[in-house]
T-cell receptor
């Protein structure tokens, strides 16, 4: 389908790892992104991965990309209460505008 | 880092009035700006893409006469919601892209919450 899909909700305990999954739709998408949105705020870019990469690590964040299955995941190590937010994946589709198509969002709740 | 501002952050208006939302790139020149709409507990939906000095490209289903977009300079784009109705109440977010960036990152504004009574 056309939707970029994510699971709606994830609850973890502080200190555990969180894994947020995303299934995107366009195999020709060049970049894939993870954004964080705190309540009532705009989006903060966390990390991105180019489509010819399998993995990217940036401090506590690890992005895995399975291009064959069009599956993207974000792992947050040592999850903190400040990580509680909604996380959106997004794919950048080709064409003149290179527009972003956002996933449905995953609410991450971190329990102390 | 690149900063995008939006004004106002919140607006409440009566049905039938028009509301203008500004999006500014503060420390870079944005060749392209995007306008998104986000309903509660939902994802961002792209409304339109605007390039400086040219007409905006609207996504399917978005009424161009209702959502007027102007991108008159490399640092400012405006979205005017004309004859607003309660169903237009939403969170409107803009983003700006600097031309020439390696992965053409979009920098997002903090959003504008519009409530139409």
């Amino acid at each position: 389908g056309e939707d970029v899909e994510q699971s709606l909700f994830l609850s973890v305990r502080e200190g555990d790892s969180s894994v947020i999954n995303c299934t995107y739709t366009d195999s020709s998408s060049t970049y894939l992104y993870w954004y964080k949105q705190e309540p009532g705020a705009g989006l903060q870019l966390l990390t991105y991965i180019f489509s010819n990469m399998d993995m990217k690590q940036d401090q506590r964040l690890t992005v895995l990309l399975n291009k064959k299955d069009k599956h993207l995941s974000l792992r947050i190590a040592d999850t903190q209460t400040g990580d509680s937010a909604i996380y959106f994946c997004a794919e950048r589709r080709g064409g003149a505008t290179n527009k972003l198509i956002f996933g449905t969002g995953t609410l991450l709740a971190v329990q102390p | 880092g690149a900063v995008v501002s939006q004004h106002p952050s919140r607006v409440i208006c009566k049905s039938g009035t028009s509301v203008k939302i500004e999006c500014r790139s503060l420390d870079f020149q944005a060749t392209t700006m995007f306008w998104y709409r986000q309903f509660p507990k939902q994802s961002l939906m792209l409304m339109a893409t605007s390039n400086e000095g040219s007409k905006a490209t609207y996504e399917q289903g978005v009424e161009k006469d209702k959502f007027l977009i102007n991108h008159a300079s490399l640092t400012l784009s405006t979205l005017t919601v004309t004859s607003a109705h309660p169903e237009d109440s939403s969170f409107y977010i803009c983003s700006a892209r600097e031309g020439g960036a390696t992965h053409n990152e979009q920098f997002f504004g903090p959003g504008t919450r519009l409530t139409v009574l």
